[in-house]
Nanobody, 127 residues
Framework: QVQLVESGGGLVQAGGSLRLSCAAS????????MGWFRQAPGKEREFVAA???????YYADSVKGRFTISRDNTKNTAYLQMNSLKPEDTAVYYC?????????????????????WGQGTQVTVSS
């Protein structure tokens, strides 16, 4: 079992920044693929960013250049630094873990390929 706890969400004005954290427990963290997804009201869950166990990042086009994903394996924590936030970034943000590292490069943006999910943290960007 893996437990994930997100934190760092909140209310911010457009153009501002937030840093989300995802703390993992239950297993060795260093071999996991990690992902961040978001879901706005009335919309499907969408991919935001992911990071391989090796540190290779992947981003959705909508956040590329504004968001940065990272991980600290010594703290079992992944981060999502969000800069230049826009009202359309408003959503509940979820982190997720995929235990199988093989072929992560081909499935990192598919929610159903992740094994465990956190409870989510709300991000609201006001205009």
């Amino acid at each position: 079992q893996v437990q994930l706890v997100e934190s760092g969400g909140g209310l911010v004005q457009a153009g501002g920044s937030l840093r989300l954290s995802c703390a993992a427990s239950g297993r060795s963290f260093s071999s996991y693929g990690m992902g961040w997804f978001r879901q706005a009201p009335g919309k499907e869950r969408e991919f935001v960013a992911a990071i391989r166990w090796s540190g290779t990042p992947y981003y959705a086009d909508s956040v590329k250049g504004r968001f940065t994903i990272s991980r600290d394996n010594t703290k079992n924590t992944a981060y999502l630094q969000m800069n230049s936030l826009k009202p359309e970034d408003t959503a509940v943000y979820y982190c997720a873990v995929r235990l199988q590292g093989l072929n992560f490069y081909s499935i990192y943006n598919v929610p159903s390929k992740y094994d465990y999910w956190g409870q989510g943290t709300q991000v609201t960007v006001s205009s």
